[in-house]
């Protein structure tokens, strides 16, 4: 299994459109995800652990995300919620499930190569 499936679209990518939001690289080599004015929406770094931090125009932490043991990534909450998990189905698309289990939306990959998301 893949270890952060999340960002697998951003790192890959310089710079593409999904939903009116255009995902960037920074001069740190941040991904930082823009509305369809220029505004900054949220910005993904790296912390001391290796884990992907998200961060609001402001500095706040919205999202952490990490691998469980089985190698899923998991979207935390600032207090330790687990807000989502992605794991990968056998045919190799991302599959967005609740905190409860029930699959919310899978992420694949169009002829193009974009990632693309279809909610369940």
Known sequence: MKQGIILFGLA??????YSQTTYSKDAFGNTVAK??????ISTYSKDAFGNTVEKDPY??????YSND????????????NTQSTYSEDAFGNTVKKDPYGNTQGTYSKDA???????PK
Do not use: I, M
Not at 12 to 17: G, I, N, T
Not at 59 to 64: D, L, P
Not at 112 to 118: A, I
């Open 12 to 17: 890959l990518v310089a710079s593409y459109s």
């Open 35 to 40: 509305d369809q004015y220029g505004n900054t």
């Open 69 to 80: 043991a089985f190698g899923n990534t998991v979207k935390k909450d600032p207090y330790g």
């Open 112 to 118: 193009f190569g974009n990632t693309v998301y279809t």
């Open 59 to 64: 500095g706040n932490t919205e999202s952490t």
